[in-house]
């Protein structure tokens, strides 16, 4: 477990006050771990779940060479170009039944799709190209069909003893798909991440309080909500936390003790007259960084020790190791994860999706690369810094000539959570980047499938 410094030391050109995007990404992949803690769990609860092992094919999927078509199934040697061939019926191969019985030279079976081919049978001719001849037999048209036509073959899905799905894969509904294929009931998947969360300033409102004056009502807290649930995360909600040295340092032990990352929002800017950074800085080894980037910029991170809580707190410490859950949970988590948020409700989204999201999917074990950006052309032209990564709200179309194109939506102040829900993606504009003039492409994280 290397410690800040440690990471900082072999990042080159490290400055807390002016990282970019990629420097944050690195030194965040030095400084978290996946969880090594397993589960068996059922094909429903399997989804978005990260896979433990690979799993091994069991057995050959499909079982067996088979008709991928309704139709009639022969040896395909007979088949002569620019010649018909009639065939006599001689019975029917049905799904799911062995066929007996032999079929010889100038015969075929009646077959559905998904039988056993029969052996020395090949092809299949699709019911609809066959007529039936007056004396019952059938008659393919000349160069309709070649030898091989509409076979299915043993393991072409999946082949006995090979890796069906890999260590690290995120479950798809494909993949819950290929498991039951395999006949497998269960699967062993990565403990769900818990991450707690909670919202600070001394302006923000729990739901049900009456409004006053100069406060708002905390929107980050559900937004996070979102975010955590769509990743698969178990979300420990610790409310909105007043700015009291002692209310913070309570809840700051209290989510290190249960949680494997601890999220929070507000607090973290320079000129916060506030106890969350003072907090941070004392019970965790955490960087305050300066990111360049917009929106966003202030972040914390590192982490939370739990001896710390053990030592002050010795009973809950004891209670909880005498779970022997909890004793599996312990070794894989030697402190929980501190992301310090801006309060920004959108600098909260993008700073979690840029950063925190590939940071916990790599807690969650998931070896998954990020997905890819895509090029959509910029209906619009776009004032940009070069020196700093810039996340624009927008809206991804389909052009009449089916190119993508996007546009930004609106005011793109960082507390403008309306933009953000009119969005269908982030334009990333690079740190290099500079302006951008109408028709020139860039980059878009797409929300569909992310959040
Ligand atoms: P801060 O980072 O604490 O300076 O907060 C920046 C802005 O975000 C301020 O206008 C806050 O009122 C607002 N803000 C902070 N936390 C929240 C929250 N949980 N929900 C909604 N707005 C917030
Ligand atoms: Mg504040």
Redo the contacts with the bound molecule.
């Keep these: 477990m290397k410690t800040i410094a440690q990471i900082a030391a072999e990042l080159q050109g490290y400055d807390p006050q002016a990282l970019s995007a990629d420097q944050v990404l690195a030194f965040l992949e030095r400084l978290v771990q996946p969880v090594t803690a397993t589960e068996e769990v059922g094909i429903f609860d399997a989804l978005g779940r990260v896979l433990a092992h690979d799993v091994v094919s069991p057995l050959s999927v499909p079982p067996h060479d088979n008709s991928a078509m309704d139709g009639y199934a022969f040896a395909g040697t007979q088949l002569l170009a620019g010649q018909p061939l009639t065939l006599r019926v001689v019975g029917t191969a049905l799904a799911g039944k062995a066929c007996t019985g032999t079929v010889g030279a100038g015969e075929c079976l009646k077959i559905m799709t998904g039988a056993i081919m029969p052996p020395g049978l090949d092809t299949v001719v699709p019911q609809e190209f066959t007529t039936t001849t007056a004396d019952g037999r059938i008659t393919i048209a000349a160069n309709v069909l070649q030898l091989g036509d509409n076979r299915r073959f043993k393991g072409e899905d999946l082949m006995e003893g090979s890796v069906a799905l890999a260590q690290g894969e995120l479950l798809t509904p494909a993949a819950l798909g290929l498991v039951a294929s395999l006949g497998l009931k269960t699967i062993t998947v990565y403990r769900r991440l818990r991450v707690a969360y909670f919202?600070?300033?001394d302006?923000?409102l729990s739901l049900g309080e009456p409004p006053r004056e100069g406060a708002?009502?905390?929107?980050?807290?559900y937004t996070m909500f979102g975010l955590l649930t769509r990743l698969g995360a178990e979300m420990i909600d610790l409310g909105?936390v007043r700015d009291e040295p002692a209310l913070l340092e309570a809840v700051f032990r209290d989510a290190a003790q249960r949680a494997d990352a601890v999220i929070t929002?507000?607090?973290?800017?320079v000129g916060?007259a506030?106890h969350t950074r003072t907090m941070m800085k004392q019970l965790g080894d955490v960087a305050f960084w300066r990111i360049a980037m917009r929106p966003g910029r202030?972040m914390a991170v590192g982490r939370i020790a739990r001896s710390g809580l053990q030592a002050k707190n010795a009973s809950i410490a004891d209670a909880a190791s005498n779970s022997p859950h909890q004793k599996d949970d312990e070794k894989d988590r030697p402190g929980a994860i501190l992301f310090g948020l801006?309060?920004?409700?959108v600098?909260?989204m993008v700073t979690f999706l840029a950063f925190v999201r590939p940071a916990l999917l790599r807690m969650m074990g998931s070896t998954r690369p990020a997905p890819p950006l895509l090029r959509a052309v910029s209906t619009e032209a776009i004032r940009k810094k070069p020196g700093r990564t810039e996340y624009q709200r927008g809206t991804v179309t389909t052009a009449h000539d089916g190119t993508l194109q996007v546009r930004t939506t609106g005011n793109q102040g960082?507390?403008v959570l309306s933009s953000m829900v009119q969005a269908n993606g982030l334009i990333v504009l690079h740190h290099g980047q500079g302006n951008v003039a109408p028709g020139d492409a860039v980059d878009v994280m797409v929300f569909d499938g992310v959040i």
């Design positions: 919202s600070t300033g302006e923000i708002v009502y905390d929107s980050n807290r909105v929002s507000g607090g973290v800017s916060e506030d202030p801006p309060g920004n409700p600098a909260v960082s507390g």
